[in-house]
């Protein structure tokens, strides 16, 4: 199974929008509505931001919201704010009963 | 709230196995999966395997399977994630992740596992 591919980065100033791609295939991305996105902060565990594509987690900032059309999801965080910066990482349930994430993004406040 | 308590690091030489524990507090142990992922220094997050902690049953990565193996104790509120003949390349932090949905939504602390002769 390879990993899902994600920009290596993205960078935005605060207020400003940043959108983040995860394409997969047909038999993991395109496959389910099973995708979620993490954040990732250095020397922490990730956090589930959203799960089912677009779905927030209790405490999740509406800032941050999900789509996907066809085998590509996406990550939109509206409003940067320097707390924002981190590592984002889709992953997806595959046709395989397995799990296969995405390549990470390094996301910039600049 | 949900707690996800991991064991301790371990170092290991190549060749060796190691196991890692699991607790879980905070809600039913047996409603939820329980998801291993792994993420080497600097790298992306890996997905290993997960077990069905009602029914006991499990599926593994291709990468891993035959070297990597997932059990749960219902009475301890505990799975376990057991990695044999191991290498360099499996230098990382060990993750155990709550499932359901389709998604991972309460993590472990990590557990640094070191390879290293």
């Known amino acids: 199974q390879s990993a899902l591919t994600q920009p290596p980065s993205a960078s935005g100033s605060p207020g400003q929008s940043v959108t983040i791609s995860c394409t997969g295939t047909?038999?993991?991305?395109?496959?389910?509505?099973?995708v979620s996105w993490y954040q990732q902060h250095p020397g922490e565990a990730p956090k589930l931001m959203i799960y089912?594509?677009?779905k927030r987690p209790s405490g999740v900032p509406d800032r941050f919201s999900g789509s996907k059309s066809g085998n590509t999801a996406s990550l939109t965080v509206s409003g940067l704010l320097a707390e924002d910066e981190a590592d984002y990482y889709c992953s997806s349930y595959t046709v395989s009963s397995t799990y296969v994430f995405g390549t990470g993004t390094k996301v910039t406040v600049l | 709230q949900v707690q996800l308590l991991q064991s301790g690091a371990e170092v290991k030489k190549p060749g060796a196995s190691v196991r890692i524990s699991c607790t879980a507090s905070g809600y039913s142990f047996t409603t939820y999966a329980l998801h291993w992922v792994r993420q080497a220094p600097g790298q992306r997050l890996e997905w290993m395997g997960w077990i069905n902690a009602a029914s006991g049953n499990r599926q593994y990565s291709q990468k891993l399977q035959g070297r990597v193996s997932i059990t749960g104790d219902t009475s301890a509120s505990t799975a376990y994630m057991d990695l044999s003949s191991l290498r360099s390349e499996d230098t990382a932090v060990y993750y155990c992740a709550r499932g359901g949905s389709g998604t991972m939504g309460d993590w472990g602390q990590g557990t640094l596992v070191s390879v290293s002769s």
């Open positions: 089912e594509v677009s």
């Open positions: 047909s038999s993991d991305v395109g496959a389910y509505n099973y």
